[in-house]
């Protein structure tokens, strides 16, 4: 399956880490988390990769087309660093189409500028690019290929501070609870679709919003709960959380390092934009910043 992602966002919940680096940029440990997620999708054996692109734009194409390997990989150097001897590569199979689908589009109207990449697909993947997990891919392409849903995504619970409030009409509280426990489950931005998708979509519209009313009133979109760890770096504060994981030798989201342990548990999660209904859970709709 091609993978798209969308990397033309502005990222604005991260400026404060900094306004130079696009937020596809932003380094967890000694890469940036666009390659963290490629080398996810990578391992499932998806890499023929889409990269919509808009803000700064140009400074991923140039951090794919001065690509050292040497910084994730063994290699032997001799004569003194004129000759360097990889042992291992991580993107020499890799296809990377870089597309500029403007500065200003949301991730409908990227994705729409580039169907004619995908259409003839069976299936095709589509990603945030800002978040994190050890999710087994396979269950979520399963899901998608075995019912008569145009597609189908990954929810998470979120892991925020917030606590949910009920009261009766009088204002008087009845309970009081943490949000990590309640039924509330959020997008995760993993998504996979039939090219069917585009029949539900129009020029302008955003994802989440016309073309996923009209997939739910037809009961054709699906959700499939992941309760192992996902993580979104939307926040300079989650991504420092990343980077201590990370030294810390913590990475679940390297699937590519080590066998899937089944039921890990999540340790972040999302603030969710707006609820829809799927199936008989409500679902939290996270969107990029």
Request: glycine fraction near 8%.
């Amino acid at each position: 399956m091609k993978v798209v992602l969308f990397c033309g966002g502005y990222g604005t919940r991260i400026r404060d880490y900094s306004d130079r680096v696009p937020k596809p940029l932003v380094p967890i440990g000694s890469r940036p988390i666009i390659w963290h997620i490629m080398k996810y999708y990578a391992h499932f054996g998806h890499t023929e990769f889409i990269l919509c692109l808009g803000y700064q734009g140009e400074a991923i194409k140039r951090y794919f087309l001065d690509y050292e390997e040497t910084l994730s990989n063994d290699f032997v150097m001799s004569e003194g660093g004129a000759s360097v001897q990889l042992l291992s590569h991580d993107i020499r199979e890799w296809n990377i189409t870089f597309v500029d689908t403007g500065l200003a589009s949301n991730v409908g109207e990227r994705l729409w500028r580039v169907r004619h990449l995908v259409e003839d697909d069976e299936t095709f993947i589509v990603n945030y690019s800002d978040g994190l997990t050890d999710h087994h891919l396979p269950d979520l392409e399963a899901h998608v290929k075995a019912t008569d849903a145009v597609g189908g995504f990954l929810t998470v619970c979120p892991k925020v501070s917030f606590h949910a409030v009920t009261a009766d009409e009088d204002g008087a509280v009845r309970s009081v609870h943490p949000i990590t426990r309640s039924d509330l489950r959020v997008n995760g931005g993993y998504f996979i679709f039939k090219p069917e998708l585009f029949d539900y979509m129009r020029d302008g519209e955003d994802l989440l919003n016309e073309p996923f009313e009209r997939l739910i009133s037809e009961g054709r979109l699906i959700a499939t709960p992941h309760d192992g760890f996902w993580m979104s770096m939307d926040t300079f504060k989650e991504k420092q959380e990343l980077d201590d994981m990370y030294h810390q030798g913590v990475r679940p989201w390297e699937v590519w390092h080590a066998p899937r342990v089944a039921g890990s548990a999540p340790t972040a999660g999302a603030v969710e934009a707006s609820a829809v209904e799927v199936g008989a859970g409500a679902v939290g709709v996270r969107v990029p910043a």
